[in-house]
T-cell receptor
Framework: AQSVAQPEDQVNVAEGNPLTVKCTYS??????LFWYVQYPNRGLQFLLK??????LVKGSYGFEAEFNKSQTSFHLKKPSALVSDSALYFC???????????FGKGTTLSVSS | GAVVSQHPSRVICKSGTSVKIECRSL??????MFWYRQFPKQSLMLMAT?????????EQGVEKDKFLINHASLTLSTLTVTSAHPEDSSFYIC??????????????FGPGTRLTVL
């Protein structure tokens, strides 16, 4: 069975500092990994995905994520956080194209000015 | 990116009534769409997979007679909550996979529908 773990309920960083939101996964086959962001009472916005190729994936709004197969991790990173990055972040996985995503529980990112 | 819309964005209804939520892919076709449910400050839970031209596939524990899904066309799926009760109050989100290039599809999500059953 597929699963995603986001070990932190909340991450707090100061504006301008680097941020990391952690994600580990478990799938039986090759993973398709995704990060989404959700603002209050809104749907999910796609940030980035890893399907194959380079382990470092760059996405929207300056975010990037690194796929680490040996550690089964796909941590989300940004070199310099903005207050506007404050939101709920979800990591998701699937093992086949076109199938539903399995989501982690989400991590609330709070960036203070 | 691709756009998925949902209507209505918010609905309040009385217990026992039925509510229909529409999910549309605006600039691409989707033979499959997914319906999720999200409780406050919790993750998204997959309810069912909507398939154009065939029956929906429901996840374990989801009542198919209560949550009716119809995939009427390649751009429209509807979720009808029948005989709604207060415990059905939740945030319902749909998504549709959009294939772009050779690196697999990306699921795009609708803005969600907040259902409140009084």
């Amino acid at each position: 069975a597929q699963s995603v773990a986001q070990p932190e309920d909340q991450v707090n960083v100061a504006e301008g500092n680097p941020l990391t939101v952690k994600c580990t996964y478990s799938v039986s086959g090759n993973p398709y990994l995704f990060w989404y962001v959700q603002y209050p009472n809104r749907g999910l916005q796609f940030l980035l995905k890893y399907i194959t190729g380079d382990n470092l994936v760059k996405g929207s709004y300056g975010f990037e994520a690194e796929f680490n197969k040996s550690q089964t991790s796909f941590h989300l990173k940004k070199p310099s956080a903005l207050v506007s990055d404050s939101a709920l972040y979800f990591c998701a996985v699937r093992d086949q194209a076109g199938t539903a995503l399995i989501f982690g529980k989400g991590t609330t990112l709070s960036v203070s000015s | 990116g691709a756009v998925v819309s949902q209507h209505p964005s918010r609905v309040i209804c009385k217990s026992g009534t039925s509510v229909k939520i529409e999910c549309r892919s605006l600039d691409f076709q989707a033979t499959t769409m997914f319906w999720y449910r999200q409780f406050p400050k919790q993750s998204l839970m997959l309810m069912a997979t909507s398939n154009e031209g065939s029956k929906a596939t429901y996840e374990q524990g989801v009542e198919k007679d209560k949550f009716l899904i119809n995939h009427a066309s390649l751009t429209l799926s509807t979720l009808t909550v029948t005989s709604a009760h207060p415990e059905d109050s939740s945030f319902y989100i749909c998504s549709a996979p959009h294939l772009a290039g050779v690196k697999g599809d990306t699921q795009y999500f609708g803005p969600g529908t907040r259902l409140t059953v009084l």
